[in-house]
């Protein structure tokens, strides 16, 4: 592929207006000898597509020469880049460019002086993120890394995780070069991650986490010598040098992919599970009728939103007795309180709803649910789809039955108020929720005779 074809597949590629900025700032940076290249995520993300487009027979990648191909219409399981927010590393001060390129191209500037970073937003919103490039090392195993500014391209890349996340995008020019210094692009194709140096994970055990959620989402594998150091690192107590918080991070991004089941799978292989929990495993079946009833609880079009994940959370640490998983989300995760409560709830509650749904009538049934959590009623219907039926007809029917009248039309008829209201009223509810008034006349004489039989009548 040559620079003609690389522009043309560039231009096809990444929409309006993300193209031609990249271009100005590769060329803005070209002006003041600042090299700038696109970095991260978004340069694996695009060649993984462009590798796809390949094996179905489109494009070809090309091998000699390193040019990036960004020519992909994104039908593949990686998100197309544009969605992203877009990295940049330049050699030079990412700052002082920054602040120069953001009159010129209409952007507000937001810099951190002292990181070296800087971001732009642009006024429809996106955002580009320029940071200076560095070297990181690290005052201890586990703690966040000491930075130090000026690096190289080569120096900023290799303080990377793995080696598909290690390439960059050159945005001078030749504009378009892929750079690719430690094979990442070769690792891409076998679907290989691999660290790049022995002491990676010692460094920063989230990494191990990173790892198994990148093998999930695009079914790679890490190559030995890399598992290896996984492995060990995780056998050696590691990630117990990180902290909860981080920890609790790697843990919920791991949930939000697309097949948490998957991610789980890794991370029990892995020992991260065991590491967590010595009794705790994957239960890849509960986990999947998470998803089962997210699906399910969407196509009723609710209003709430429920926290995905959390209930993935729920299934995730469901082998293990509540307490003991309460345990876990304290000490080892650090989750908020609240979360804990409805986690621990969940775990509780769950089996019993499940069990006693589809044998509650509608009005026990109602009454049961009003004061449920939202978490609680979905993972009981994880626990046993044939509570779905019911718990259906809670969401769709049941919670918005109403009567006809209010205790005002009582009073508009002569009734004196008094408690008696309250429990008739009440009373002729649960009598429509079984379905035995149809109509509002019905409703109304049903009311009247509860109340008669508690002797109340209209006075006057
Ligand atoms: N990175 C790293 N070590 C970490 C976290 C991040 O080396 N513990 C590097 C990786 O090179 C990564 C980049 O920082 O590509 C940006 O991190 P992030 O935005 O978290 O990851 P992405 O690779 O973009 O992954 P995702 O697709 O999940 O957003």
């Not at 978004?42 to 390949?54: F, G, P, Q």
């Not at 598909?164 to 050159?170: E, I």
């Not at 959620?213 to 040098?241: I, K, Q, S, Y």
């Not at 039926?389 to 005002?408: D, I, P």
């Amino acid at each position: 592929m040559d620079q003609a074809q690389l522009r043309h597949s560039l231009e096809s590629t990444i929409p309006p207006p993300m193209l031609p900025l990249l271009h100005r700032i590769g060329g803005e940076g070209e002006r003041r000898g600042i090299p700038v290249y696109l970095v991260g995520g978004v340069v694996r993300d695009l060649l993984m597509n462009a590798l796809e487009r390949e094996k179905s027979g489109s494009v070809s990648l090309p091998h000699g020469r390193e040019e990036v191909v960004l020519n992909s219409p994104v039908v593949s399981r990686v998100p197309p880049a544009w969605d992203a927010d877009l990295d940049l590393v330049t050699e030079g001060d990412a700052v002082a460019f920054a602040r120069e390129l953001a009159p010129l191209l209409s952007a507000a500037v937001k810099a951190h002086d002292r990181f070296g970073t800087a971001t732009l937003t642009f006024p429809e919103g996106s955002h580009i993120d320029l940071t200076t490039a560095r070297r990181e090392s690290y005052s201890r195993p586990g703690a966040l890394p000491v930075v130090e500014l000026g690096a190289s391209l080569e120096e900023d890349l290799f303080r990377r995780d793995f080696t598909l996340n290690a390439m960059a995008v050159r945005l001078g020019e030749p504009f378009g070069e892929l750079i690719d210094p430690f094979g990442g692009r070769m690792d891409l194709r076998n679907g290989a991650l691999r660290v790049l140096h022995p002491h990676s994970f010692i460094d920063d055990p989230t990494r191990i986490m990173r790892g198994a959620r990148f093998e999930a989402r695009f079914g790679f594998r890490m190559e030995p010598e890399t598992r290896h150091l996984a492995l060990e690192a995780v056998r050696d107590g590691r990630l117990e040098t990180v902290t909860q918080d981080r920890l609790r991070r790697e843990l919920m991004l791991g949930l939000e992919e697309s097949s948490p089941w998957a991610c789980a799978e890794r991370w029990e292989d892995l020992g991260i599970l065991r590491s967590l929990h010595p009794e705790l495993r994957t239960e890849e079946d509960r986990l999947r009728r998470i998803a089962d009833v997210l699906r399910w609880f969407a196509s009723l079009r609710q209003k709430e939103t429920p926290d995905r994940t959390l209930l993935y959370l729920t299934a995730l640490l469901s082998p293990l007795p509540p307490p003991v998983a309460q345990e876990v989300c304290v000490e080892k995760l650090g989750l908020p309180p609240p979360k804990t409560e409805r986690l621990v709830r969940c775990l509780e509650q769950g089996p019993n709803l499940a069990e006693a749904a589809p044998a509650l009538d509608p009005p026990a049934l109602t009454k049961r649910l009003k004061s449920e959590k939202l978490e609680v009623i979905l993972y009981a219907a994880a626990l046993d789809p044939s509570a779905w039926e019911s718990l259906g007809a809670y969401f769709q029917v049941y919670r918005h039955t109403k009567l006809g009248f209010t205790g005002n039309d009582l009073l508009a008829q002569g009734y004196r108020p008094g408690p008696e209201f309250g429990a008739a009223l009440e009373a002729t509810l649960d009598e429509k929720l079984r379905g035995r008034l149809k109509t509002r006349r019905k409703e109304w004489e049903y009311l009247l005779a509860k109340l008669e039989e508690q002797g109340v009548t209209p006075s006057g």
